[in-house]
T-cell receptor, first 114, second 114 residues
Framework: DSGVTQTPKHLITATGQRVTLRCSPR?????VYWYQQSLDQGLQFLIQ???????AKGNILERFSAQQFPDLHSELNLSSLELGDSALYFC?????????????FGDGTRLSIL | GESVGLHLPTLSVQEGDNSIINCAYS??????FIWYKQESGKGPQFIID?????DKRQGQRVTVLLNKTVKHLSLQIAATQPGDSAVYFC?????????????FGKGTMLLVSP
């Protein structure tokens, strides 16, 4: 058990809809990272938050947004969903703000767009 | 942009053999390298990491070797067990918005036969 909790485990919705994925980091970790994993693209970094502030941005679409709350949990919002958004979404956390340290991953949310 | 590749998509070994999984990276500025193991239905699990000031690091049954000259990273697993069957990812740091983030390789599937 990594200590990172993601909910829900599975999400099925339709094109055009909006969903929110939730992540609770390991106790004491200040950074949260979001990744998308698909069969053709592998594990792609989306965005990082550190202690409530956006730290780094990767290949995140404009239709996607995230935030980190004062209790350090994070949410990833995906809107105007398209079929191609079907993927596994992982959250990871680490103690500090720099990416050069181990990140600990949750077990992901599987998003299926019908 | 940064590319991180793996030489073999699938590696099949017998139980008790030693396994070697390879990874090539392209960014000579990368200074932190990490290996993850991902089992079906789970998130990536940290195995071992190494910084650019080292060329070898050992853990329990695992060794990571770093050759910065040819930008190559390998993971060696000693006495491979059926429980080692999983997909293995290497990841290297990339500068993103002025901060280090991880870029993941596509993964190698390790299959261990009893």
């Amino acid at each position: 058990d990594s200590g990172v909790t993601q909910t829900p485990k599975h999400l099925i919705t339709a094109t055009g809809q909006r969903v929110t994925l939730r992540c609770s980091p390991r106790s004491g970790d200040l950074s949260v990272y979001w990744y998308q994993q698909s069969l053709d693209q592998g594990l792609q970094f989306l965005i990082q938050y550190y202690n409530g502030e956006e730290r780094a941005k990767g290949n995140i679409l404009e239709r996607f947004s995230a935030q980190q709350f004062p209790d350090l949990h994070s949410e990833l919002n995906l809107s105007s969903l398209e079929l191609g958004d079907s993927a596994l979404y992982f959250c990871a956390s680490s103690g500090g703000g720099s990416g050069d340290q181990p990140q600990h991953f949750g077990d992901g949310t599987r998003l299926s767009i019908l | 942009g940064e590319s991180v590749g793996l030489h073999l998509p699938t590696l099949s070994v017998q139980e008790g053999d030693n396994s070697i999984i390879n990874c090539a990276y392209s960014n000579s500025a990368s200074d932190y390298f990490i290996w993850y193991k991902q089992e079906s239905g789970k998130g990536p699990q940290f195995i071992i990491d190494i910084r650019s000031n080292m060329d070898k690091r050992q853990g329990q049954r695992v060794t990571v070797l770093l050759n910065k000259t040819v930008k190559h990273l390998s993971l060696q697993i000693a006495a491979t067990q059926p429980g080692d069957s999983a997909v293995y990812f290497c990841a290297v740091t990339t500068l993103n918005s002025g901060y280090s983030t991880l870029t993941f390789g596509k993964g190698t599937m390790l299959l261990v036969s009893p």
